[in-house]
């Protein structure tokens, strides 16, 4: 099992956030984003969908090694080391 990075590290730990609900100005951003992206084929999956959606909505930064939501538009994204 590998440990995590030292960014990973100091972003993760110690975990003192909330976790945000998929609410309707989160469903309502995840139509415009899937809408977004559905004209010239870069679609991501349904669920980075979503966590793009509740980011957009709440103004926050999307900390991840998920590289799909670079697709994204207006959406603050720190991606990590793998």
């Not at 909330?18 to 999956?45: C, K, N, Q, W, Y």
Request: net charge negative.
């Amino acid at each position: 099992m590998r440990r995590p990075s030292r960014r990973s590290r100091r972003c993760t730990s110690p975990w003192s956030g909330e976790v945000l609900p998929f609410d309707e100005g989160a469903a309502r951003e995840a139509t415009r984003i899937r809408d977004e992206l559905r004209p010239d084929g870069s679609m991501i999956p349904t669920p980075d969908v979503m966590i793009a959606g509740v980011v957009r909505a709440t103004g926050g930064t999307l900390v991840t090694r998920d590289r799909d939501v670079i697709a994204v538009d207006d959406l603050d994204v720190l991606l990590l080391d793998e």
